[in-house]
C-alpha cells in the first residue's frame, strides 16, 4: 500500500484506509480500530502524499520526515505523543534539526508522531527505495515546493 490510499480526515483523529470509492462517497476504514465510514465529497480529507512539513529551507514531504523518525527509532516506535509538551519537542528536534520552529506547531508535531506509530503498528510504513506498489524508486523523485 502507498501513501495515496492512506488519508487523515478533517474533524476525525487517526488514519484512515482507502476501501472503495464511487462518484459521490467512499469507504474508508480506520487504521486503529478497522471500523468503516462513508467519506462523502463535502467532507475534508488529504492523502499522506499530500502532506509536507515546513523546514528551514522549504518544506519536506511527510514521507521522508517518516523515514527519518524510523532511523531516529532504529524501527521502534517513537515518542508517545501525549508526553508533556518539552519533550516531544526535543524529540522533534532530535528527528528533523531543520524544522521550521515558527510553522510547526506543537498539534503538528503530535499528529506527526501519531500517525508514524500508527503506521507502523499497521504494519504500513513505506521505508526505503521503492514503493512496495508501483516499483518505483522514490528515492529519486523531484519534488516541487509548494510554496
Known amino acids: 500500500m502507498n501513501y495515496k490510499e492512506i488519508l487523515t480526515i478533517s474533524g476525525k483523529s487517526g488514519l484512515f484506509k482507502l476501501v472503495s470509492q464511487s462518484k459521490n462517497t467512499a469507504i474508508v476504514e480506520s487504521l486503529t480500530d478497522h471500523t468503516r465510514h462513508p467519506l462523502f465529497a463535502s467532507s475534508k480529507a488529504s492523502s499522506l502524499e499530500e502532506i509536507y512539513l515546513f523546514t528551514s529551507d522549504g518544506s519536506l514531504p511527510l514521507k521522508d520526515v517518516l523515514v527519518k523518525i524510523h532511523a531516529h527509532t532504529g524501527g521502534g516506535k517513537a515518542i508517545d505523543p501525549k508526553s508533556p509538551e518539552a519533550e516531544v519537542r526535543k524529540y522533534m528536534e532530535a528527528v528533523l534539526p531543520e524544522y521550521d520552529r515558527e510553522r510547526v506547531h506543537y498539534s503538528d508535531m503530535k499528529r506527526l508522531f ?23 524508486d522514490t528515492a529519486s523523485k523531484d519534488v516541487a515546493d509548494p510554496e
Open 114 to 136: 501519531s500517525w508514524y506509530n500508527i503506521l507502523l503498528e499497521s504494519d504500513l510504513l513505506v521505508i526505503g527505495d521503492e514503493d512496495a506498489e508501483t516499483g518505483t
